[in-house]
């Protein structure tokens, strides 16, 4: 087959943290990034409403010519992941769904092993209250997981707070006793907060971001039919994109450039020139 671009989902910004450590495991590869923070935050939102937000951007991602899909966000892979390969991973194998749940767990099992077998992870209220990810866990070893949900933490990530005292107050009472061999961050914006987790923590804290990029080396050289093809990254966002760009570099750790509007047209996402209107809207 034909080689195609990666593509990665996430909610909004967050997912530029794993974009970044896939960058740095295929640095040759093509990637397409669709951060849907016109439609940001998830963590709250009901389980059927992200159903339908994750299938508009991963058939997003196919329109674009991606064959494999990188669900990056936490909340989307506990909660959607399953809806999402049963849709459109299909039995001919043409396109794969990939999340970030599993490898999160692989590695909080490989960790806690040898510390005790007391897992924590920190993450927003929607993937706690799926309990995908003491599931997984569960399946690799008899361990003890805690889930702790951290809503408030995003939000001051996306505002650029991550290096101020109300940041670090915010994580420190949300990390209160809990007692923990390792911590897991459990959201993809929570990397910029690692300073902040180490702080208020006197255990490991883990981000799996790297352990994701890895997997999925792994899964491409068992998978050779998902070629990939080679090129700089493309990036499309549900929100403004000029913001995207600006906000975004701080999650890449690179300049995020060219990204192009998608909007929801009858129930997909299209491209679409961004008006930010004014005053009052009347639909036609």
């Known amino acids: 087959m034909n080689r195609a671009p990666i593509g990665v989902y996430d909610s909004g910004f967050g997912g530029l943290t794993v974009l970044r450590e896939l960058r740095r495991a295929l640095p040759d590869a093509e990637f397409v990034y669709l951060g849907d923070a016109g439609r940001a935050p998830y963590g709250g939102r009901d389980a059927e409403v992200i159903l339908g937000l994750a299938e508009q951007c991963v ?68 993937t706690v209250a799926s309990g995908t990810f003491t599931t997984e866990c569960h399946k690799l070893a008899p361990v003890e997981v805690i889930e702790r949900a951290a809503p408030l933490l995003a939000p001051l990530v996306e505002e650029g707070w991550e290096d101020t005292d109300i940041a670090h107050l915010a994580v420190r009472r949300y990390v209160a006793g809990l007692d923990a061999s390792v911590v897991v961050l459990g959201c993809t914006h929570f990397p910029l907060l690692r300073g ?82 004014r005053g009052q809207v009347v639909r036609a």
């Open 59 to 126: 058939e997003r991602l196919f329109s674009e010519g991606c064959r494999v899909v990188v669900v990056a966000c936490h909340t989307v892979s506990s909660v959607a992941l399953r809806h999402l390969q049963a849709r459109y991973a299909g039995p001919q194998r043409e396109r794969a769904v990939l999340g970030v749940t599993i490898p999160a767990a692989e590695l909080a099992v490989e960790h806690a092993s040898t510390r005790g077998g007391r897992i924590a992870l920190v993450a927003t209220a929607r």
């Open 196 to 277: 902040a987790f180490e702080a208020a923590l006197d255990c490991p804290v883990l981000d799996p971001a790297p352990f994701v990029a890895g997997r999925l080396v792994d899964w491409l050289a068992r998978h050779p039919e998902f070629s990939v093809s080679e090129g700089p990254p493309r990036f499309l966002s549900t929100g403004d994109p000029d913001a995207f760009a600006a906000h975004g570099s701080r999650f890449l750790g690179a300049p995020v450039a060219g990204v192009q509007h998608v909007a929801e047209t009858a129930g997909r996402l299209e491209p679409a020139a961004r008006v930010v209107p």
